[in-house]
């Protein structure tokens, strides 16, 4: 069984940085492409940002394009996402979740495993 476990949310002011991380055990985590969204109070869950398996290939969502990094350590079992800038609009809970197949996706069905989320503030 897969586990994840996000950390590093927490409140920042409106410009600042945050970076989030997520652990995962019970698999083979260097063959997995990774994904992180988000879902704030009331709205849908929204993609953010995935990672291919080597962590060769990015991809973001238009809101978070050339402010949020997503990244890997597969030595670690761990995938980061360092967030910049921060707006207001970013206020969510962010989640990590696991892609057996390797191959970046921003369609949150194509996820198998999901961590429990860590809460992001940003003040204005």
């Known amino acids: 069984q897969v586990q994840l476990v996000e950390s590093g949310g927490g409140l920042v002011q409106a410009g600042g940085s945050l970076r989030v991380s997520c652990t995962g055990s019970?698999?083979?985590?260097?063959?997995?492409?990774m994904g992180w969204f988000r879902q704030a109070p009331g709205k849908e869950r929204e993609f953010v940002a995935t990672?291919?398996?080597?962590?060769?290939?990015?991809y973001y969502a238009d809101s978070v394009k050339g402010r949020f990094t997503i990244s890997r350590d597969n030595a670690k079992n761990t995938v980061y996402l360092q967030m910049n800038s921060l707006k207001p609009e970013d206020t969510a809970v962010y989640y990590c979740a696991v892609r057996p197949s390797g191959l970046e996706s921003s369609r949150t069905y194509d996820y198998n495993w999901w961590g429990q989320g860590t809460q992001v503030t940003v003040s204005s």
């Open positions: 019970g698999g083979t985590f260097s063959s997995y492409a």
């Open positions: 990672i291919s398996w080597s962590g060769g290939r990015t």
